[in-house]
């Protein structure tokens, strides 16, 4: 019977949780929007946990945003070690997920082309 979730979820799991409370609790800069972790992905070996971050209120100011917490890194790993027992902790890279801001921009499409038809938008076509 195969499981349901892997080693490598259950730590990325864990690590996502840990680094959204670090962050919020340990991160004293100003560069930092509203940050939210919308996921973790591990390597196999776990060498290296890419950590993607959407961005809340200041999308414009993406890049420095992921600038800071890519030189917070190591000091985010420190904390991390210290937090949960994991024999290799893995080196963090920080990603800007652009989903929601994606997703914002085609709900917007959709209501337009809704408008355009004059159909309401919960109307079947």
């Known amino acids: ?10 730590v990325a799991d864990t690590l996502q949780k840990e680094l959204a409370y670090l962050i919020q609790q340990e991160m004293q800069d100003a560069n930092l929007g509203i940050v939210t972790l919308t996921q ?11 950590v993607f971050v959407s961005i809340l209120f200041k999308e ?8 800071t ?7 985010l790993r ?11 902790m893995p080196a963090l890279v920080f990603v800007y997920d652009e989903t929601t801001v994606k997703a914002h921009r085609l709900h ?16 079947p076509t």
Not at 40 to 50: C, G, H, I, Q, W
Not at 60 to 67: D, L, Y
Not at 78 to 88: T, Y
Request: net charge positive; hydrophobic share 35%; glycine share 4%.
């Open 1 to 10: 019977m195969p499981r349901d979730f892997s080693r490598i979820d259950r």
């Open 40 to 50: 973790v992905r591990v390597s196999k070996d776990f060498s290296l946990a890419k």
């Open 60 to 67: 414009n100011e993406a890049k420095k945003t992921i600038q």
């Open 69 to 75: 917490l890519n030189k917070a890194a190591g000091f």
């Open 78 to 88: 420190g904390l991390l070690a210290k937090r949960v027992r994991l024999r290799r």
């Open 108 to 123: 917007k499409l959709i209501d337009t082309a809704h408008k355009e038809d004059d159909l309401p938008p919960d109307e």
